[in-house]
């Protein structure tokens, strides 16, 4: 699980709680109106589904599952494996590399074992793997594509919210008396908007950026890797190209592990 994702969405609240109940001459209950937060986050959500299918929102769901809850493994970690692999490959032939899938964890590299002890050409694993990579960048673009609309729209609806709710009080003006409380309520579904926007769906998008970043570029390390033990390379092999993925200072830290 990120961490860093809940604490920051934690933190967030928790501030804008001891602002709120900090302030001179209110508390919470001012800042809750139902029909805001139907007008913002309903309109969002509305919004999203005219500009992008309903597939394509649904999918959403699991990109964001895996950014949060799934552990990437480090990069020292893999190459260390694909340093294993490569030796076990070597003195006992691919085969012997199947009792290494369960261990393996990624479904990615699972898949390049399975090919390699099935006997697939190294032009094959490299079309089939590489074309993985290129549809795993396209899911994750379409995911924080989706947020970052999200982000966008929230706003203006509650934007849209608060005009509405400047009609409605401009219409009450026979009763200054109103007009106070109407204003506030009107300023609420603007307050919700750029909630949402900038603690949840545009940070969502950005870390749904980076986890896109950081998955190809594991899946790289693992295409490579797995090519150099196609081509029967030797363990020193697999760790020098490998290393070319990390900073001088992780390479001092790998070792022969076999």
């Not at 009792?99 to 099935?118: C, R, S, Y």
Request: hydrophobic share 50%.
């Amino acid at each position: 699980m990120d961490i860093a994702t809940i604490v920051g969405v934690i933190l967030g609240i928790v501030i804008l709680v001891l602002a709120i109940g900090g302030g001179e001459g209110g508390g919470a209950e001012l800042f809750v109106n139902v029909p805001s937060v139907l007008i913002t986050i309903g309109g969002m959500f509305a919004a999203t589904l005219v500009h992008f299918s309903l597939g394509q929102i649904l999918r959403i769901t699991s990109v964001v599952k895996k950014a949060l809850l799934c552990r990437l493994p480090a990069e020292m970690e893999l190459i260390q494996k694909m340093v294993n692999y490569a030796a076990i490959s070597r003195r006992d032939g691919a085969l012997a590399l199947e009792e290494q899938i369960t261990g393996a964890g990624d479904p990615f590299l699972v898949k390049g074992l399975q090919m390699i002890i099935d006997g697939q050409k190294e032009e094959d694993l490299e079309g089939q793997l590489s074309m993985e990579i290129q549809y795993l960048r396209q899911r994750h673009a379409e995911g924080k594509q989706i947020l970052e609309f999200m982000g966008s729209s929230a706003p203006a609806w509650g934007m849209i919210g608060t005009l509405i709710g400047l009609v409605l009080m401009l219409s009450k003006l026979d009763n200054p008396s109103e007009i106070g409380a109407g204003m506030a309520t009107a300023l609420l579904t603007t307050f919700y908007g750029a909630l949402v926007a900038n603690l949840v769906c545009i940070p969502m998008a950005g870390k749904l950026g980076l986890r896109s970043k950081k998955e190809s570029m594991l899946s790289e390390m693992t295409l490579q890797g797995l090519l150099a033990v196609v081509r029967g390379e030797s363990p020193t092999s697999v760790r020098e190209k490998m290393q070319a993925f990390i900073s001088a200072r992780s390479r001092e830290e790998l070792k022969p592990n076999v």
